[in-house]
T-cell receptor, first 113, second 114 residues
Framework: GQQVMQIPQYQHVQEGEDFTTYCNSS?????IQWYKQRPGGHPVFLIQ?????EVKKQKRLTFQFGEAKKNSSLHITATQTTDVGTYFC?????????????FGKGTKLSVIP | IAGITQAPTSQILAAGRRMTLRCTQD?????MYWYRQDLGLGLRLIHY???????GKGEVPDGYSVSRANTDDFPLTLASAVPSQTSVYFC?????????????FGPGTRLTVL
């Protein structure tokens, strides 16, 4: 079945440093979604990427979808304590019948003030 | 109600007991899901339903059952709880089960099986 691998599993950064998490799929994805889960909270949808090579920005967050649609990244510039949480990528396959969203294991971000 | 609600918020359960986790959404979403979240394992899909009256198995369905009698409710039942089912359970919904449908999560139920 489809697998979505996410690295790193944990990341500790000093406030103001940049942060990147990577998502890799064993198969070509139709689209990829990113979610954020604050400590003690539930996952909340951030953004969706659909097109090959697509780049989207949300303030200090930059999301990229690879040209081959097999990988994606989330980059946070100048982290703040409000960025703390676990970031999940989730992808849908491109084959017939592969509609289910498969979540990566997430990257837990800690920001040291 | 706004969005998705889950009950109970948390529960401690003796092994062997039956337990139903409740999930209700008021967004008129067709699709609903149950995930469990364990440290280091991310979100794993237990069961899903793409419309009222139909359900399907996810990645880790054993020991769990679901029903979808109407659009709003999607209860998850543990027939005979075991300690390995200790986890945080999230219910989610989406407008449909298309590839680009985004999922909305409930606040979760923390279940401990002793």
């Amino acid at each position: 079945g489809q697998q979505v691998m996410q690295i790193p599993q944990y990341q500790h950064v000093q406030e103001g440093e940049d942060f990147t998490t990577y998502c890799n799929s064993s198969t070509t994805l139709s689209n990829i979604q990113w979610y954020k889960q604050r400590p003690g909270g539930h996952p909340v949808f951030l953004i969706q990427l659909v097109k090959s090579g697509e780049v989207k920005k949300q303030k200090r967050l930059t999301f990229q979808f690879g040209e081959a649609k097999k990988n994606s990244s989330l980059h946070i510039t100048a982290t703040q304590t409000t960025d703390v949480g676990t970031y999940f990528c989730a992808g849908s396959g491109s084959g017939a019948g592969s509609y289910q969203l498969t979540f990566g294991k997430g990257t837990k971000l800690s920001v040291i003030p | 109600i706004a969005g998705i609600t889950q009950a109970p918020t948390s529960q401690i359960l003796a092994a062997g007991r039956r337990m139903t986790l409740r999930c209700t959404q008021d967004m008129r979403h067709n699709a609903m899901y149950w995930y469990r979240q364990d440290l280091g394992l991310g979100l794993r899909l237990i069961h899903y339903s793409n419309t009222a009256g139909t359900t399907g198995k996810g990645e880790v369905p054993d020991g769990y059952s679901v029903s979808r009698a109407n659009t709003d409710d999607f209860p998850l039942t543990l027939a005979s709880a075991v300690p390995s089912q200790t986890s945080v359970y999230f219910c989610a919904s989406s407008l449909g089960m298309g590839r680009t449908d985004t999922q909305y999560f409930g606040p979760g139920t923390r279940l401990t099986v002793l």
